[in-house]
């Protein structure tokens, strides 16, 4: 049985604001969120990261851009534009080793980012 935190609350061992759900993905509010839309889309199936995605997992990522669409709609920042971010390992400030896009939006972005 997997042991990280993200795991936990797909298993719904641990509470979070569920802001969408399907088959293969579960969209969460980030717990410190950096922007006022801060939503985390995750993965059901425990990969640590980029690094050890596989061909076989790519379905995932047609999947997380569409429901990541979806959410931008409903939260009122389709139009005014949002930003998909994937950290991948220490460098890149990757702090929970179980895949996830950040949806950040709601304020203006800066380039490069931080
Ligand atoms: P990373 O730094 O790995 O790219 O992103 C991890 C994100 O998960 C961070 O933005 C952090 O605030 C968020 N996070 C960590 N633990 C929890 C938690 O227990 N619940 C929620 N909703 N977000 C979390
Ligand atoms: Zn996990």
Request: proline share 4%.
């Amino acid at each position: 049985m997997c042991n990280c935190i993200f795991c936990k609350i797909i298993q719904k061992e641990i509470k979070a604001d569920i802001v969408s759900e399907t088959e293969n993905l579960i969209a969460i509010r980030d717990v410190n969120p950096q922007a006022p839309v801060h939503v985390l889309v995750i993965p059901k199936k425990h990969i640590a990261s980029l690094n050890e995605f596989e061909k076989s997992d790519e379905y995932l990522i047609a999947e997380a851009n569409i429901l990541a669409r979806k959410i931008a709609k409903s939260e009122g920042i389709s139009e005014s534009g949002y930003r998909l971010v994937l950290n991948t390992n220490s460098a890149a400030g990757q702090s929970v080793f179980h895949i996830h896009w950040h949806i950040l939006g709601g304020r203006e972005m800066t380039w490069p980012p931080g």
